[in-house]
């Protein structure tokens, strides 16, 4: 039998160290055209209907992290839509030829987060396609490293918090109204929550506030009986780390960050979305899951 997330191996060979050579893209970057491609669980996802029936909207779901929860989501049964900037259309149409394979329904939303409008009405295309909503997952993120706060731009610093915060609290207010009990809400936090790099200072605080925002909401909702939590990961090999996420320098040392000595692959963050929009968490909420191949955080 081929290898899937259930086959025991040893987590830190069960990859190999990326050594990615020094690449640049515009953004918001290709994952198609990166060097290596990143492993998003194409061919080794396994499902085992612990989703069914569920209807999920995830942001960023083209590629990266939300582009292998999106093909994990599938293989378990949900229907999903994923949302993806229009430079990214490449990247979509391969999820969404995965969500199909998977006999599931897909469809792509381009769209600029960035937006209050927009958000909502991304909201509420999802919830017309799907015909309802039980997953969120806020995933789209804009990283780009800066080394010094003198350079770093007015303009930046607030387009990294209208996407990761601003477009959080959107459209997980306007996607509060089509949820019911049993509804779950997973944001996407960081590694950088806790220990910020001094080149992603933007970054690295939008992260923590996406932290406190999920712990705070998830009190607030709880009689509902929706549940909020976090998924934070370490160093993991997406298109971010090509359009300006790191420095040169830190690429060519990208494997070298967590304690495993390999950088992770999308595919090993999937699983913890699944349980955490699974009914397996009931008990789940408010919860900040770490996963960042050893990387110890309080």
């Excluded at 995933?139 to 990761?164: M, P, W, Y």
């Excluded at 950088?192 to 996406?210: G, H």
């Excluded at 990961?233 to 780390?241: D, E, I, K, R, S």
Aim: with cysteine; net charge negative; hydrophobic share 40%.
């Amino acid at each position: 039998m081929s290898r899937d997330q259930y086959s025991f191996t040893n987590p830190v060979e069960q990859y190999a160290r990326v050594e990615p050579p020094v690449q640049h893209q515009p953004v918001p970057g290709v994952q198609a055209r990166m060097t290596p491609v990143p492993d998003l669980g194409e061919k080794t996802y396994r499902g085992s209907g612990r989703l069914a029936g569920r209807k999920a909207l995830i942001t960023g779901g083209d590629s990266g992290i939300g582009g292998a929860v999106a093909i994990a989501f599938a293989r378990e049964g949900a229907d999903v839509v994923i949302v993806h900037l229009p430079a990214e259309q490449e990247d979509a149409g391969h999820i969404l030829g995965h969500i199909e394979k998977a006999g599931r329904k897909g469809h792509a939303i381009a769209a600029d987060i960035t937006d209050a409008g927009r958000c909502r009405a991304l909201v509420a295309e999802a919830v017309g396609v799907l015909g309802g909503l039980d997953i969120l997952v806020n995933n789209a993120g804009k990283q780009v490293a800066v080394a010094q706060i003198a350079d770093l731009s007015d303009e930046q610093f607030e387009l990294t918090f209208r996407t990761n915060v601003f477009a959080n609290f959107w459209i997980t207010k306007a996607a509060l109204a089509h949820m019911s009990a049993g509804a779950s809400i997973i944001n996407t936090a960081s590694l950088e929550a806790y220990k910020p790099s001094p080149e992603r200072l933007d970054y690295a605080a939008t992260k923590a506030a996406i932290n406190n925002f999920s712990k705070g909401l998830a009190q607030q909702v709880a009689a509902r009986g929706i549940r909020v939590n976090v998924v934070a990961p370490g160093p993991v090999w997406t298109a971010l780390q090509v359009s300006g996420g790191v420095s040169d320098e830190q690429m060519k040392a990208f494997d070298d960050e967590s304690t495993y000595k390999r950088s992770g692959q999308p595919a090993e963050l999937a699983p913890a979305y699944v349980f955490l929009a699974s009914a397996e968490s009931s008990y789940v909420s408010g919860e900040t899951l770490n996963v960042n191949g050893g990387m110890v955080t309080p």
